[in-house]
């Protein structure tokens, strides 16, 4: 029973189109009783589970909205643009590091994480918002043997300088593609972490730990003294030194502990 001639089983085509309000990724913080369903993710540079649709950031951050509806009358209006380039698609990916536009109220945002690991938009200057940073994840020959790098964020750069290594960060200009600089991943250089219990906590990193045939661990100690270790491909380095290319958001990417979170708030020493 169900089964074709051919002998397959009958099965949705294509992909899931919907996404429930609890399956949702908790960083997205969406509250749980506001409807059945969230926005789906569309197809993108960055992964589903690792980006904040514009839905959710015209709706739930910013509220310029306070329905899906109104959202999509909003991106059909080209008000929009992510990382310079105009986007009307509510699903679009919006992910780590994006420049996200708004012309009309002259605001520029860059998404990044607090020290909690949830996405945050960090309102930021139009200077700042004219470049990005990106880790490099592979460096190969393209075609006719042409070098190139694939970036976090989906990007293919040909004719990359010849010291940039997988692990790297490079500077991008967005609206012409280029690199304008690059920071190597080494000891002594300020890191977010992108993922892992850390996520979203920044600091220096102190050491790296080798080990053949599993995963590397970086130690890294933050602003406040504290140290923490993770995998090497939760690192993404931000800035030269101890200073960030990037203006952080709110806390610095210090986390602090229960009792330091309840004597910032309710201020007791």
Same mark, same amino acid.
């Given at each position: 029973r169900?089964r074709g001639?051919?002998? =397959?089983?009958?099965?949705?085509?294509?992909r899931t189109?919907h996404?429930?309000r609890?399956?949702?990724?908790k960083?997205?913080m969406?509250?749980?009783l506001?409807?059945?369903?969230?926005?789906? /993710?569309?197809?993108?540079?960055?992964? %589903?589970?690792e980006?904040?649709?514009l839905a959710?950031?015209?709706?739930?951050?910013?509220?310029y909205?306070?329905?899906?509806?109104?959202?999509? %009358?909003?991106?059909m209006?080209?008000l929009?643009?992510v990382?310079?380039k105009?986007?009307?698609e509510?699903?679009y990916? =919006?992910g780590f590091?994006?420049?996200?536009t708004l012309?009309? %109220?002259d605001e520029?945002? #860059?998404l990044?994480?607090?020290?909690k690991g949830?996405f945050v938009l960090?309102?930021?200057t139009?200077?700042?918002g004219?470049?990005?940073?990106?880790?490099v994840?592979?460096?190969?020959l393209g075609?006719k043997?042409?070098p190139c790098?694939?970036?976090?964020?989906?990007?293919?750069i040909?004719?990359p300088?010849?010291m940039?290594?997988?692990g790297d @960060?490079?500077?991008?200009?967005i609206a012409t593609?280029k690199?304008k600089?690059?920071i190597k991943?080494?000891v002594g250089q300020?890191c977010?972490?992108?993922?892992? #219990?850390?996520?979203?906590? /920044?600091?220096?990193?102190?050491?790296?730990?080798?080990?053949k045939? %599993?995963?590397d661990?970086i130690h890294? *100690?933050?602003? =406040?003294?504290?140290k923490?270790?993770?995998?090497?491909?939760?690192?993404?380095v931000?800035g030269?030194?101890? *200073?960030?290319? /990037?203006s952080?958001?709110k806390?610095?990417?210090? *986390?602090l @502990?229960i009792?330091?979170?309840q004597? *910032?708030?309710?201020?007791?020493?």
């Amino acid at each position: 029973r169900g089964r074709g001639r051919g002998g =397959a089983a009958m099965g949705r085509m294509g992909r899931t189109k919907h996404l429930k309000r609890l399956n949702a990724p908790k960083k997205w913080m969406l509250d749980k009783l506001g409807g059945v369903f969230a926005p789906k /993710v569309a197809a993108g540079p960055h992964k %589903s589970r690792e980006c904040l649709p514009l839905a959710v950031i015209l709706r739930n951050r910013l509220k310029y909205a306070l329905t899906y509806k109104e959202t999509m %009358s909003i991106l059909m209006q080209r008000l929009v643009k992510v990382d310079g380039k105009v986007r009307t698609e509510q699903g679009y990916p =919006a992910g780590f590091m994006d420049v996200i536009t708004l012309d009309k %109220s002259d605001e520029n945002f #860059r998404l990044l994480y607090d020290p909690k690991g949830r996405f945050v938009l960090h309102r930021i200057t139009p200077e700042e918002g004219s470049y990005k940073l990106c880790r490099v994840k592979t460096l190969k020959l393209g075609d006719k043997g042409v070098p190139c790098i694939a970036t976090h964020d989906g990007r293919t750069i040909r004719y990359p300088d010849p010291m940039i290594k997988p692990g790297d @960060s490079v500077v991008l200009d967005i609206a012409t593609n280029k690199i304008k600089d690059f920071i190597k991943f080494d000891v002594g250089q300020v890191c977010m972490l992108t993922g892992g #219990r850390n996520a979203g906590r /920044v600091g220096v990193i102190a050491h790296r730990e080798k080990h053949k045939g %599993s995963f590397d661990i970086i130690h890294i *100690k933050d602003a =406040a003294g504290n140290k923490f270790a993770t995998r090497e491909g939760n690192v993404f380095v931000i800035g030269k030194g101890t *200073k960030p290319l /990037v203006s952080l958001p709110k806390g610095k990417g210090i *986390k602090l @502990s229960i009792l330091e979170e309840q004597a *910032k708030l309710y201020g007791t020493a």
